[in-house]
Nanobody, 121 residues
């Protein structure tokens, strides 16, 4: 019954911004840790950012200062604001729900379908 639906991906020029959204259902969202991962062809899926039910956050070193994860419990939605995007950020971005929040975040088996982010001129 758990569903995670990502949206907001697309094509953007280097230096640009995008905001990704993940709409969650089938869980008590307000007590659920959430995270964003990304994956490129031939590479392992990697953690980008995580947020606890209480609002604590963790970020990959590669995105610190550029990306911000947030949540709106009234909308059952987690966001990833991405600024100063670079070609190296190109990937499919996935939402994960209900993992263990620690350093690093340990994902659950609940994933969305992913949304493509392409940073190119």
């Amino acid at each position: 019954q758990v569903q995670l639906v990502e949206s907001g991906g697309g094509l953007v020029q280097p230096g640009g911004s995008l905001r990704l959204s993940c709409a969650a259902s089938g869980m008590i969202f307000s007590i659920t840790a959430m995270a964003w991962y990304r994956q490129v062809p031939g590479k392992q899926r990697e953690l980008v950012a995580a947020i606890s039910s209480g609002g604590s956050t963790n970020y990959a070193d590669s995105v610190k200062g550029r990306f911000t994860i947030s949540r709106d419990n009234g909308k059952n939605t987690v966001y990833l604001q991405m600024n100063s995007l670079q070609p190296e950020d190109t990937a499919v971005y996935y939402c994960n729900a209900g993992g263990v929040f620690r350093f690093p975040y340990h994902p659950s088996d609940y994933w969305g379908q992913g949304t493509q982010v392409t940073v190119s001129s």
